[in-house]
């Protein structure tokens, strides 16, 4: 079963400005993964944050996570087209280490 | 960096076949192996996970008898769909973690994901 919930379901946003995705999940977790996949594609790993790290960056994204709130957050800033993807959190359990269970995931559409 | 290669990336079958789905790891070993099914605009949910060596542990839901897995040595684990069904037709992923090792950094245990094979049940 999904591990929890994306929001929002769906972004459209224009080149230039910036998006946030954001995941909630239900257990406690070794760490957060998020995961960019183009249509009928495969997944590509963007960033991986630990239980114990509140912040992470690498180059346009930043991501957040509130273990009290299970929650974390997704930011890519300044997007380009070449962002339209959809986006998931994966969480890595307490109890199935390095079994991951996706969230919803996010449609973002960025226009030129 | 690591690559898990999938084969075959499409496959169209018969209503009542069996289709075989290799999963590789191209430059490291992976004891353990999953498999995830993805239907249209849908998340990923994870089918099973493979185990080197020993059975293949199923989620809840997930038919063992319909999704054969084998995993047959430490850079190669196959699903065979059995008798396959409309239903059955879906993108079918795979994922291997490079397994920590005592002294590695610590994202060592970043997952890496095939490039999915899209199967569809006529």
């Known amino acids: 079963s999904q591990q929890g919930e994306e929001d929002p379901q769906a972004l459209s946003i224009q080149e230039g400005e910036n998006a946030t995705m954001n995941c909630s999940y239900k257990t406690s977790i070794n760490n957060l993964q998020w995961y960019r996949q183009n249509s009928g594609r495969g997944l590509v790993h963007l960033i991986l944050i630990r239980s114990n790290e509140r912040e992470k960056h690498s180059g346009r994204l930043r991501v957040t996570l509130d273990t009290s709130k299970k929650s974390s957050s997704l930011l890519i800033t300044a997007s380009r087209a070449a962002d339209t993807a959809s986006y998931f959190c994966?969480?890595?359990?307490?109890?199935?280490?390095?079994?991951?269970?996706f969230g919803a995931g996010t449609r973002l559409a960025v226009h030129p | 960096g690591a690559v898990v290669s999938q084969h075959p990336s499409r496959v169209i079958c018969k209503s009542g076949t069996s289709v075989k789905i290799e999963c590789r790891s191209l430059d490291f070993q992976a004891t353990t192996m999953f498999w995830y099914r993805q239907f249209p605009k849908q998340s990923l949910m994870l089918m099973a996970t493979s185990n080197e060596g020993s059975k293949a542990t199923y989620e809840q839901g997930v038919e063992k008898d319909k999704f054969l897995i084998n995993h047959a040595s430490l850079t190669l684990s196959t699903l065979t769909v059995t008798s396959a069904h409309p239903e059955d037709s879906s993108f079918y992923i795979c994922?291997?973690?490079?397994?920590?090792?005592?002294?590695?950094?610590?994202?060592?245990?970043?997952?890496?994901f095939g490039p999915g094979t899209r199967l569809t049940v006529l």
């Open positions: 994922s291997a973690p490079l397994q920590k090792i005592a002294g590695e950094p610590a994202d060592r245990d970043t997952q890496y």
């Open positions: 994966a969480t890595d359990t307490l109890w199935g280490y390095n079994k991951l269970i």
